[in-house]
């Protein structure tokens, strides 16, 4: 049974910094991942789609990457900024299925 | 940009109540899905469906639950008679022919 787990999470940085979220799935057949950010009862916001293919996906200061075989995702965001302060939520989508299984995510706080 | 919109953004109802909740996807997608999320807890995937009929469901998707596209634009999920634990939010999804699912903003459902 696929699980993910996010780690930290929580984390609290002042703005600026550059930080690492981390994501970690237990079984590698997956058809892609997809971070989002989801902010206090609020919807999921798309932020990037990594095929099982690739490595990495970049969108402006964020920057995921996958390694298929050892489970790991991160996501990179640059200079962070008091508006990135939300919830980050990984999901992976396994391979033959419409599903995607969400981890608990990681809540950001960037602080001023 | 389409969205994905979701009605009512909260809705409260008794134990024992039916409840419908409405998605209008985005118009030329074709795979419509239900998660939901109970306050503090993973998003869980509900149900997808295509062409017309459900094309996996998960174990939360029992009898009580059945989805609906009872016109070429909305995405229903009814709840037959609500309980306690059915208060979460929902979320609706769609995509067409490609691995990024889009999200809803999400129904507050809270069963008293």
Same mark, same amino acid.
């Given at each position: 049974k696929q699980e993910v787990?996010?780690?930290?999470?929580?984390?609290?940085v002042p703005? +600026?910094?550059?930080?690492?979220?981390n994501c970690s799935f237990t079984d590698s057949a997956i058809y892609n991942l997809q971070w989002f950010r989801q902010d206090p009862g609020k919807?999921?916001?798309?932020l990037l789609l990594i095929q099982s293919s690739q490595r990495e996906q970049?969108? +402006?200061r964020l920057n995921a990457s996958l390694d298929k075989s050892s489970g790991r995702s991160t996501l990179y965001i640059a200079a962070s900024q008091p508006g990135d302060s939300a919830t980050y939520l990984c999901a992976v989508r396994i391979s033959g299925t *419409?599903? *995607?299984i969400f981890g608990t995510g990681t809540r950001l706080k960037v602080l001023a | 940009e389409p969205e994905v919109t979701q009605t009512p953004s909260h809705q409260v109802t008794q134990m024992g109540q039916e409840v419908i909740l409405r998605c209008v996807p985005i118009s030329n997608h074709l795979y419509f899905y239900w998660y939901r999320q109970i306050l503090g807890q993973k998003v869980?995937?509900?149900?997808? /469906?295509?062409?017309n009929e459900i094309s996996e469901k998960s174990e939360i998707f029992d009898d009580q639950f059945s989805v609906e596209r009872p016109d070429g634009s909305n995405f229903t999920l009814k709840i037959r008679s609500t309980k306690l634990e059915d208060s979460a939010m929902y979320f609706c999804a769609s995509n067409r022919d490609t691995p990024e699912?889009? /999200?809803g903003p999400g129904t507050r459902l809270t069963v008293t």
């Open positions: 787990t996010q780690i930290p999470a929580a984390l609290s703005e +600026g910094e550059n930080l690492v979220l919807g999921l916001t798309s970049t969108s +402006g *419409y599903k *995607y | 869980e995937f509900l149900v997808s /469906f295509y062409n699912q889009y /999200f």
